[in-house]
């Protein structure tokens, strides 16, 4: 079954097949705030119905500020509903937070795998090849999945989806990007109001990144209200 009919849009409305209840659901993200950034409404969908993992690729030390960031992701992660034992954040050399380094889809891949291991998930869901902005750490985490999928890293049975990018009017038109999303999109997540009001809150945790544009981004975002995403075969 399906939890709602197309064409229909308001807050706290999702559509996935209602079997994705009581799953265990990984996130793999690049770096610390994405997680409120671009996954916080399918974040708050899977608490609610099952329990959500968090695989965060780096500490985001590209201004030196690794430590900080790390306890703000955990504050963010305890805030969005996410236990301290179900997140994992990789210190890797070869997977440092920045623009300018390139990552490895192996090294991701293989973190992918180990972290799996341990939770055991029957879905995972990271970004899909453009990476939202297309930042280059971004787009090799969600290679790296691929690459993990590929290679037996992870139970051939695990579902993979992937958070559809948007052209920039979307990406920034907050509410009323739900009524397209929910009209075109067959898998979509629009936040009540409560869990934006979460979301916003988990964001907080991460003061050394609200900067005036960022601020910006969490008002006009569709990604801090709506997500869509589909299934892929990697």
């Not at 209840?21 to 793999?28: A, D, G, Q, T």
């Not at 970004?127 to 787009?139: A, C, L, T």
């Not at 869509?228 to 075969?233: G, I, K, Y």
Request: with cysteine; charged share 20%; net charge positive.
């Amino acid at each position: 079954g399906i939890n709602a009919e197309y064409g229909v849009y308001f807050l706290g409305t999702a559509r996935w097949p209602s079997s994705y209840h009581n799953k265990r659901v990984l996130f793999v993200t690049a770096r610390p705030d994405d997680e409120v950034m671009f996954f916080g409404p399918t974040i708050r969908y899977f608490k609610s119905v099952g329990q959500v993992f968090l695989l965060c690729m780096s500490n985001g030390n590209h201004d030196g500020l690794g430590e900080v960031r790390e306890e703000e992701l955990q504050n963010s992660a305890k805030k969005i509903g996410i236990p301290g034992e179900h997140l994992r954040i990789v210190e890797h050399e070869g997977l440092q937070d920045g623009p300018g380094n390139m990552w490895r889809v192996e090294h991701v891949g293989e973190e992918v795998g180990n972290f799996a291991q341990q939770c055991r998930p029957d879905i995972i869901i990271t970004f899909d090849r453009y990476g939202v902005s297309g930042h280059p750490n971004h787009v090799a985490t969600s290679k790296g999945v691929s690459y993990a999928y590929k290679n037996r890293l992870i139970c051939g049975e695990t579902l993979i989806y992937q958070l559809d990018s948007v052209n920039i009017i979307r990406k920034y038109s907050s509410f009323l990007d739900c009524f397209i999303s929910s009209t075109t999109s067959r898998i979509y997540n629009i936040a009540s109001l409560k869990d934006i009001i979460n979301i916003q809150g988990a964001m907080k945790r991460h003061q050394s990144q609200l900067t005036w544009f960022r601020k910006l981004y969490v008002i006009f975002s569709r990604y801090m209200v709506v997500n869509t995403l589909r299934s892929v075969s990697v």
